[in-house]
């Protein structure tokens, strides 16, 4: 049928504000989000879950708090874990479909040194992980620790299987996540009007001073680092304000063409 809309998956940048981009397939996939409330976190985790699902790739959610992000989550679809069991076992198949991704793919005869997931023309699979010190903080020791071994795995070896980590929190001091974590988070985030020097550092590896101008944070307002522009002035993407039209433009973005498959 002519015009008929052809699903495939797209590894092109994703947009985030003027010639800003996240770029997926490159040293950048893994993100960190620092924003306190109500600084627009939630908005901007919708509207980055809107974009993978429109490209066609695999998009899990861990929403500690059981709030509004992983109820819409839940409502197109989306897998949600949400209490601490349930993360564990979230971040375990991940990390074993990681593994069993190199195995086939990475650790044969011939394979091509510079092969990643978009080259073998495979589908992303990312992890948006909201409030992850909330989550942190609410698991006992054993369990806490089994998170972090559990992310760092993915932070350190998921760039070039395609498995993504977008970590959100309120706030950030340098000892709330292990460095191992933080250190591959090469995309950075920090939103809202009122941020500490500390966690505009841990965020941006500079301090407010060094800006060349005055802080411009607001709600849906901040700055960006990533590998590609080095630290930027953004204004994170809107997206509809009523929450059915949240649902209607989500679900059209994952359907598109076919249906999105897992949590259904």
Known sequence: MAGKYIP????????????ISWYITG??????????SGSGKTMYLNYLMGMLLKNQHRVYVVDAKNSSFGMLAR?????VAANTDEIIQLL???VCEMEERYS?????????????????????HFLIFDEVL???????????????????QLALKGRAAGFGLVLSAQKLNATDLP?????????????????????????????????????????GKGYAVTPQSGISYIETPLMPHNSRDYISLLKELRDRGTPYGEGR
Do not use: W
């Open 27 to 36: 040293e950048g996939i893994h993100m960190l989000t620092t924003a306190p």
């Open 134 to 152: 909330s989550a942190l903080s609410a698991a006992g020791k054993k369990e806490k620790a089994e998170i972090e071994r559990l992310l760092e």
């Open 179 to 219: 460095k191992a974590i933080t250190e591959q988070c090469q995309t950075r985030i920090i939103l809202g009007k009122v941020v500490s020097d500390e966690t505009f550092h841990q965020s941006t590896g500079l301090y407010k001073k060094d800006l060349a101008h005055a802080y411009r944070g607001g709600v």
């Open 104 to 124: 086939k793919y990475f650790a044969v005869t011939g394979a091509d040194v510079d092969a990643n997931f978009a080259t073998l023309e495979l589908e992303g």
């Open 8 to 19: 495939g998956l797209n590894y092109a940048p994703i947009p985030i504000y003027d010639e």
């Open 92 to 94: 375990t198949a991940l």
């Open 75 to 79: 409502h197109i679809g989306v897998q």
